[in-house]
């Protein structure tokens, strides 16, 4: 199934998001953490690839097999281009195709000093138009309602997601956020410019307070002032911290949808218990 497909059907669609194991012998886990989650209906689940160009690229394919063929969950694989040339593309295309996966999330990927551009793909534009010659794909894109951190300006960020849409990104995943005001202001933007295709939110639920510093050095996402109070508050009770983190995904979460969001894409960093608590109170809403 394309996911135009939902976006048509459905009011809010709801993703999961998870990310394959970096070795081989991790993969159990992640398997456990999928059939813990069978009964939770997500609309479609993604898979990352090789973040920072140094993960297992490979693991990608194997994961969005096993949502198709073991738990008929649809997946959608991302796919990144900075490290990769055209034969690589091709390649990982002619296999998402070889294995049923219809949905890729074109990427451009994160620049890493080890790692270095091989100059064939300069932007996620470049590979989604090849995505869309290449082969029978539904394409989707990211985007930064705080603006990526390499932009000089939301305003210009903007003009490079309306490039994604005209050549062929039917909607667009946001970088996680915390605050929804954030998200809203960037909306009315997106629309403004003529960006009318569906733009799903992302949501992380921060569990852990480990998880926050990585989480805002990897995203650039602003803290507003009831989330900090939250981290300083239960800093030193790990239990409560992953409560309050939870309730906190809640209640932004049941703000989107009662605001209309066209999606929510959830970043439960492979957290089964996160997923499903999450969703379940969401789900009246759906
Ligand atoms: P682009 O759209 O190419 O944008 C990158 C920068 O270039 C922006 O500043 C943009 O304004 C600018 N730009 C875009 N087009 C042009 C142009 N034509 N001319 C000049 N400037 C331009 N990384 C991974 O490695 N693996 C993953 O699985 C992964 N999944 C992700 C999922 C989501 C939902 C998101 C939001 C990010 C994900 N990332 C992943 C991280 C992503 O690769 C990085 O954020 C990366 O830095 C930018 O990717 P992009 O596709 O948004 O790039």
Do not use: W
Not at 69 to 87: F, G, R, Y
Not at 158 to 179: C, E, N, P, S, W
Not at 198 to 221: D, N
Request: proline share 5%; hydrophobic share 40%; with cysteine.
């Amino acid at each position: 199934m394309k996911l135009d497909t939902l976006f048509r059907d459905k009011d809010c669609v709801f993703a999961l998001e998870i990310f394959p194991p970096r070795r081989q012998h991790t993969f159990a886990a992640l398997y456990d953490t999928l059939q813990q989650l069978k009964g939770v209906p997500f609309d479609y689940t993604s898979v990352t690839y090789s973040a920072g160009g140094t993960g297992a690229k490979e693991n990608t394919a194997v994961i969005a097999q096993y949502l198709k063929d073991k738990l008929q969950v649809e997946p959608l694989a991302h796919l990144t281009c900075l490290n990769s040339d055209m034969h690589d593309v091709k390649a990982e295309l002619d296999k998402m195709a070889g294995i049923g996966v219809e949905n890729i999330l074109a990427l451009r990927g994160d620049r890493n000093p080890d790692v270095p551009d091989r100059n064939v793909f300069s932007h996620a534009s470049d590979l989604i138009e090849t995505v869309k010659k290449h082969g029978d794909f539904y394409v989707a894109a990211a985007c930064y309602p705080e603006g990526h951190p390499e932009s000089t300006s939301l305003a210009a960020d903007l003009d490079y997601v309306k490039r994604k849409m005209d050549v062929g990104a039917g909607h667009f995943i946001t970088q996680l956020f915390f605050d929804n005001g954030k998200f809203f202001r960037f909306l009315n933007l997106a629309r403004k410019k003529g960006i009318n295709c569906p733009i799903e939110a992302g949501v992380m639920p921060i569990v852990r307070k480990e998880q926050l510093e990585r989480t805002i050095s990897l995203s650039s996402a602003s803290i507003p002032s009831d989330f900090s109070k939250l981290v300083s508050r239960y800093a030193d009770d790990p239990p409560s911290f992953y409560a309050a983190g939870i309730d906190y995904a809640i209640v932004q979460i049941r703000d989107l949808i009662e605001s209309g969001v066209d999606g929510v894409h959830l970043y439960a960093m492979n957290n089964s218990d996160v997923a499903e608590k999450v969703y379940d109170a969401a789900a009246d809403l759906l």
